[in-house]
């Protein structure tokens, strides 16, 4: 089991900047993707971006593409969002999430890891 933890959300004035961390414990030995899902009130878990550990593809949804960039530290085990250039649609509660594999799925239930959340607001 691979057990995630977001933290660095908070509230910020459009424009703004803002990092997301997420640790990682527990087995986490193996290839796996983990990515950054949101989730707006009333909405559906939208797919924000991936990454793949072992080669460090990335991949990101077309509303973030030039404004959000996922990294990840493969010894702190940590993986990283940079949210630049952020507008009130990007107000949401960030989640981590992981899969095992060597590919990345967009869709959430193709995630078997997730953390408990870090909220984003925007004004």
């Known amino acids: 089991h691979v057990q995630l933890v977001e933290s660095g959300g908070g509230s910020v004035q459009a424009g703004g900047s803002l990092r997301l961390s997420c640790a990682a414990s527990?087995?986490?030995?193996?290839?796996?993707?983990w990515g950054w899902f949101r989730q707006a009130p009333g909405k559906e878990r939208e797919w924000v971006a991936s990454?793949?550990?072992?080669?460090?593809?990335?991949y990101n949804s077309d509303s973030v593409k030039g404004r959000f960039t996922i990294s990840q530290d493969n010894a702190k085990k940590t993986l990283y969002l940079q949210m630049n250039s952020l507008n009130p649609e990007d107000t949401a509660m960030y989640y981590c999430?992981?899969?095992?594999?060597?590919?990345?799925?967009?869709?959430?239930?193709?995630?078997?890891?997730w953390g408990q959340g870090t909220q984003v607001t925007v004004s």
């Open positions: 999430a992981a899969h095992y594999g060597s590919f990345c799925y967009t869709k959430p239930d193709a995630y078997a890891y």
């Open positions: 990454i793949v550990t072992g080669s460090g593809s990335t």
């Open positions: 527990g087995h986490t030995y193996s290839t796996y993707c």
